[in-house]
């Protein structure tokens, strides 16, 4: 993992990276160790990238003391564009217009990067935690936020990843995302728009009856894809908060 720029402001630290070539950022509260601190990761939507999601980071550091990650999903933000990943921008854009579903084939194009980018999230945590590790410290408890694309990485991510003790997922619903469900067991808060024109209200509740989790709930709401109400953004945090536990203020300690 290694650094390439750092900005401070309002007593938060957001220092960009780039692991093999993937660009990342991490947040954490300026001069406090990362040691045992929660952190979350923050999967990005279609056509976003890690900065999108910057004001939500920003909170969950400089509100619950976390720390959080973002990385730029293929073929968005910095990395390079194919393409296919021209064609599904646009695609996905012309879909929210149109208020239709998402089509077969950007379901199979997200899935196919999620392929790609489940393991680069997975080699950025073990990345942070050797960091962590050299400099006598331990990486704390890991939870996901991510709706829509960010959803279509962080299930099977959650899957795989047994460091990732809780998860928000959101705006996704497709039978080929059932068979990763089913192995999610962590606790998890599932976001629906009852009015999603992207993805059928049908698919969004056979997906979250697919998951394993003993612990879940269903958030759904009036409006569409684009239309999720702050409060409930605001509820994902603090369910994250019950599960990872509030980062400690060291201001304390040295007072």
């Known amino acids: 993992m290694h650094f390439t720029s750092e900005i401070s402001s309002d007593g938060i630290t957001q220092r960009g990276f780039s692991l093999d ?23 990005h939507g279609g056509g976003g990238d890690k900065l999108g999601v910057a004001e939500r980071a920003r909170r969950c550091v400089g509100r619950y003391g976390f720390a959080a990650l973002a990385l730029d999903a293929p073929g968005h933000g910095e990395r390079p564009r194919t393409a296919q990943d021209e064609r599904f921008v646009t695609e996905v854009g012309e879909l929210l217009a149109a208020r239709r579903p998402i089509s077969a084939w950007v379901a199979r194009h997200t899935a196919a990067l999620a392929e790609r980018a489940v393991p680069e999230w997975v080699a950025a945590l073990d990345a942070l935690d050797g960091t962590l590790g050299a400099a006598g410290e331990r990486l704390g408890p890991v939870g996901f936020w991510g709706l829509s694309l960010g959803s279509v990485v962080g299930i099977p991510l959650t899957a795989a990843e047994p460091r990732i003790a809780a998860a928000v997922f959101g705006l996704t619903g497709h039978a080929a995302q059932a068979e ?3 192995r999610v067991g962590v606790p998890l808060e599932f976001v629906l728009q009852w009015d ?9 509740l056979a997906l979250y009856g697919s998951f394993g989790s003993r612990e879940k709930s269903l958030h759904a709401n009036p409006g569409g894809h684009l239309e999720v109400p702050d ?4 509820a994902s945090e603090r369910f994250l908060v019950r599960h990872l536990g509030e980062g400690r203020d060291d201001r304390a300690d040295r007072a």
Do not use: C, K, N, S
């Open 21 to 43: 070539g993937v660009p990342g950022v991490l947040w954490q509260l300026d001069d406090r160790p990362l040691d045992g601190r929660p952190l979350v990761l923050l999967g």
């Open 180 to 182: 990763a469900a089913q």
């Open 196 to 204: 999603d024109e992207l993805v059928p209200r049908e698919g969004a």
């Open 231 to 234: 409060f409930e953004v605001a």
